[in-house]
């Protein structure tokens, strides 16, 4: 190809007749029209900027039922239930596989809400949607609990904060036989302070839910998809809850899937086989001043003292709980006091040590073995473990330490980063095994830590830290592809100073081929920012990078060999 190359630019002449700044600028031309239009073409593919009305949320699952919201076009909706996956078409003959088969009518509401009831414990259920030429669509499935104090190996998935919209999430794709996914908060990031309802769900809700078909939910708002970054539902100036914070609210109760027993806030409990479940809601009823409301702390200290009825008793707390005191601060460490009365109150009632909280809002994946958890006055105390939930889809970031067994992410490229807790037991006892998961850039998963429990599960607190928080910039194959770039953009600048003789000229060349590489990594940022996405996709800015870096190489070597020189320019050509 060089030869050909070559061969047909000195036949002609060409070489010798042009400006060799004008083959770089063209060059660089030529590559911030490609990178914008993959940039584009990419964003589009890995997120939706508007959401579509038709979409299928199921949970609050106990040994009996479940509920699932739905939002569609149209006025008339026909949901179904079954045993049975639905392989064929709806017609007469598979009505009878059929547990629920009911046409839905839209009413005031932006959802539907449906109550499945009189099913078997601990049961798969296939539900689905039925188009205009009877397909079935939008299938998901949920299993219904075991029956209450019967010890049940189970398991369930736990992650956090997802891009608005991201559809290349291959997460959700591995959560097919979890109980439930635990989604702590940041389901999307549309920082919606709004007091009208339906915008909350078109510019937020809607986008989040339509781009995938989550499996059943057990979810807690965070401050993004709450009304935004550090947002909080009290006005800690009047005292007062907003409209927003009321509108906020209802749309969740709208939207989310609840529990048939559902207190009239939003934070509830449920139990698992001998398993319980505390969510908490620390945004809603939080202001400058608390976490909670005093009903919230009523509750919750409530639940913590029945922790020893059950072989585990796992705490939902979607703000996280390691790091320094810090005034302020919407996280656990901004009201010391209060974390302090809860570090107290854990250690001192829960004497069965069985007490396992996990956490998110990080954009990392992170474990503690109580080592770090206590925040009490008294000294060697044993304290609970913490499972700080990576990123379902953000760039990474670093909050809060030491975690006894370290934290985890990239921190300059997206992560995808799940849990499953495994839930195991004996006659005699029953256990936790946590493997943490993450996708590599190349799309495999891989394997962070696992952590195994049994019994008592609280360790000895210390005086000194224990741990420690730090993470890598890129996984190993964008590491490859951003030292690459590098490199070759380091030969390409110095082969701009070789090929030229002419200073001025020379000057000028170095000065593009070394402001280039910038081009394709400006436009890679900005068109994301520009759409609202606050991340950037760190693999396909490194091979734009890359492969502009050859290009420019390439037609330097192209230049100087088709004159067997260095290159004539047209400043000192006389």
């Not at 809860?342 to 996990?358: H, P």
């Not at 990080?362 to 700080?388: C, R």
């Amino acid at each position: 190809l060089e030869y050909m190359i070559l061969t047909s630019l000195n036949h002609s002449g060409l070489m010798m007749r042009r400006d060799p700044l004008v083959y770089l600028v063209s060059l660089h031309i030529i590559f911030i029209i490609i990178s914008f239009a993959t940039t584009v073409v990419v964003t589009n593919q890995n997120y939706a900027t508007s959401g579509k009305t038709d979409w299928i949320l199921a949970g609050g699952a106990i040994e009996s039922s479940f509920q699932a919201r739905l939002r569609w076009n149209g006025p008339s909706e026909r949901f179904v239930v079954s045993k049975f996956p639905f392989q064929r078409k709806y017609t007469e003959n598979s009505v009878s596989d059929l547990i629920l088969d009911q046409i839905l009518e839209k009413g005031s509401a932006l959802t539907v809400s449906v109550d499945v009831e009189g099913l078997e414990p601990f049961t798969w259920y296939h539900y689905a949607r039925v188009s205009s030429n009877l397909d079935y669509i939008q299938q998901g499935r949920i299993r219904t609990s075991p029956l209450p104090g019967i010890r049940t190996n189970f398991s369930f998935a736990v992650s956090a904060c997802t891009m608005t919209g991201s559809r290349d999430n291959p997460v959700l794709a591995e959560l097919d036989d979890v109980q439930f996914l635990v989604h702590l908060g940041d389901l999307h990031y549309a920082d919606l302070d709004t007091t009208v309802l339906e915008e909350r769900f078109t510019k937020g809700i809607d986008i989040a839910l339509a781009a995938h078909q989550y499996p059943a939910l057990v979810y807690m708002w965070d401050d993004h998809d709450f009304l935004g970054n550090n947002r909080l539902g009290i006005d800690s100036t009047t005292g007062l809850v907003p409209e927003s914070t009321t509108v906020a609210v209802e749309s969740f109760r709208q939207a989310i899937p609840l529990l048939p027993a559902s207190p009239s806030k939003l934070y509830h409990a449920f139990t698992v086989g001998t398993v319980r479940f505390v969510v908490s809601d620390l945004r809603s009823e939080a202001s400058f001043d608390q976490m909670y409301s005093r009903e919230q702390k009523d509750w919750y200290f409530g639940e913590i003292e029945k922790a020893d009825e059950y072989d585990f008793l796992v705490w939902v707390t979607p703000s996280p709980w390691i790091g320094e005191a810090e005034q302020g601060s919407d996280k656990w460490w901004g009201r010391p006091d209060e974390r302090r009365e809860v570090s107290e109150w854990i250690s001192t009632r829960v004497t069965k040590r069985n007490l396992l909280a996990i956490s998110a809002d990080a954009h990392m994946v992170a474990m503690d073995d109580g080592s770090n958890t206590y925040y009490g006055k008294a000294s060697e105390v044993w304290s609970f473990p913490i499972l700080q939930s990576g990123p379902m889809d953000r760039i990474g970031g670093e909050k809060g330490g030491p975690f006894s067994e370290g934290c985890f992410a990239n921190k300059l490229q997206r992560n995808h980063q799940y849990s499953v807790v495994e839930v195991e037991g004996s006659e005699s006892a029953a256990s936790l095994i946590i493997t943490s998961y993450r996708f590599a850039s190349g799309g495999s998963r891989e394997v962070i830590f696992q952590h195994h429990m049994c019994g008592e599960i609280f360790a000895l607190s210390n005086t000194e830290d224990k741990g420690s928080c730090s993470l890598t910039l890129f996984d190993k194959r964008n590491s490859v592809l951003v030292v690459s770039a590098l490199l070759v953009w380091i030969a390409a600048t110095i082969g701009s100073m070789v090929t030229i003789t002419n200073w001025r000229r020379r000057a000028v060349a170095t000065v593009i081929v070394f402001i280039g590489i910038l081009f394709p990594i400006l436009i890679g940022v900005a068109i994301p920012f520009g759409r609202g996405l606050g991340q950037y996709d760190t693999g396909m800015l490194a091979l734009l990078a890359l492969v502009q870096e050859c290009a420019v190489v390439i037609l330097l070597v192209i230049v100087y060999k088709s004159h067997n020189q260095p290159m004539v320019d047209p400043g000192t050509a006389s």
